[in-house]
């Protein structure tokens, strides 16, 4: 772990085949987080599998199937480090059938680039639009966004403005501010403009995407905020025990706190008390919000907990909602949501099934104001107020009280039905 250096997740969004992959890697070469050594087998592989030119994908697609395929399937972590941040790099799959990896990606990360081609013919795309919109919902508050391919479009200036334009007036849709976000533009696969300074384009005069990372402001830690820590996995480990893993939302979890992990596999809480946390095989007193870490609780018993739970202190636990009211946004139902509808919703690390049983109120997307009172049913497009009813015992936190814990987006038959936050709820 880089010593004083703050830490940042940062997620590489977009369509399939606009470049994330070969820009992570890239940016790794070119930093020398890889060597040329690992790089050159890389290399051969590409040939072999007759995917020249694919071998900085490969960097991140370290998945054997991945590699044949050469299609970005799960999340792949990787670290480095700028002069300034020390970054985790979550690069999200821009495949639709690997969306759902892309919400759990974005919903880890304080910032993200979204990596546009440049490439006359690409630009904005279905996929460009759902991933600017499940990084808002989803919280990602800044972007950059990278302009990539530059060389597929002779390095034209008309055509970096043509997608700048673009992709500004999808941001604004949303809800982002695009004059404050930084565009970059460059060519991944020829490193033109990621680490390195490109000549190709005297009429760019903004920063490389690598110095561009360094102007992202520090993230806030909510560590004024209750704890919480949804759980991720759940390890039993010889010698030590129980190991849940994951990441502090917010607040601070210390060694010796008392905690209670919610709902548990009886719905009622698992009380322990934290005996060790670790980062990174390094042993902590404490974790904050951002850290992924594995901690041992005693009294835990493997079968207690699963993936999903979420653990904060025994004096402030972790709200199970009976029945709760969201704000959600239908990216992509093929007909029609009403009331009875009973999709699966992704809730921090939760996957639950949930009913809708009221929609109470039809929203404008670009304005929020109320468009109609208790419609029949929302289609695409639609922005709406409905209440709903978790099947199974479920921790979400209302927007006003732990923003970081309201978020969620609702998966049917393989694909991103709607995106929302929780905005008021009936406890347990």
């Known amino acids: 772990m880089a010593k004083g250096k703050v830490h940042i997740n940062l997620v590489f969004i977009g369509h399939v085949d606009h470049g994330k992959s070969t820009t992570v890697g890239r940016m790794l070469y070119d930093t020398k987080n890889i060597d040329e050594q690992a790089m050159r087998k890389l290399k051969e592989k590409a040939e072999s599998l007759g995917k020249g030119g694919f071998e900085f994908a490969f960097v991140m697609d370290n998945l054997k199937e991945e590699q044949e395929r050469g299609v970005t399937i799960d999340l792949a972590h990787r670290k480095f480090e700028t002069p300034k941040y020390y970054f985790t790099i979550i690069d999200a799959p821009g495949h639709k059938d690997f969306i759902k990896n892309m919400i759990t990606g974005a919903s880890q990360a304080d910032a993200g680039v979204l990596v546009v081609s440049g490439n006359p013919g690409d630009g904005v795309q279905a996929q460009t639009k759902e991933h600017v919109f499940l990084a808002r919902t989803l919280g990602v508050n800044q972007l950059i966004v990278y302009v990539n391919k530059m060389d597929m479009a002779k390095y034209d200036q008309k055509r970096f403005d043509d997608v700048k334009k673009q992709v500004s007036d999808l941001l604004k849709s949303v809800g982002y501010k695009p004059d404050e976000i930084p565009f970059v533009a460059g060519a991944s696969l020829l490193g033109e403009n990621v680490a390195k300074k490109s000549d190709k384009m005297p009429w760019y005069t903004g920063k490389t995407l690598l110095e561009t990372l360094d102007t992202l402001k520090e993230p806030e830690k909510p560590t004024q905020l209750p704890l919480r820590l949804p759980i991720q996995d759940v390890y039993n480990i010889t010698g030590i025990g129980v190991v849940p893993v994951g990441r502090v939302e917010t607040g601070i979890m210390k060694v010796n706190d008392k905690v209670i992990i919610m709902p548990g596999r009886e719905g009622k809480g698992v009380h322990g008390e934290v005996k060790t946390i670790e980062m990174h095989h390094e042993q902590l007193q404490q974790a904050e919000p951002g850290d992924n870490v594995g901690f041992n609780v005693r009294g835990l018993g493997k079968k207690d907990i699963a993936r999903g739970d979420v653990l904060g202190h025994v004096d402030n636990p972790p709200t ?21 509808y009973t999709p699966v919703f992704h809730v921090h690390t939760a996957q639950v099934a949930c009913q809708v049983i009221k929609i109470e109120k039809k929203l404008d997307p670009a304005t929020g104001q109320v468009k109609e009172e208790n419609p029949d049913f929302i289609k ?47 406890k347990k």
């Open 380 to 426: 695409n497009g639609d922005a709406a107020i409905v209440k709903i009813k978790p099947i199974q015992p479920m921790v979400i936190e209302r927007q006003k009280d732990i923003p970081q814990m309201s978020r969620f987006a609702i998966r049917d038959s393989g694909t991103t039905v709607a995106a929302g936050m929780c905005i008021d709820l009936v």
């Open 320 to 340: 199970v909602a009976t029945e709760f009211t969201a704000q959600l946004v239908v990216l992509n139902h093929p007909t029609v949501i009403s009331a009875g």
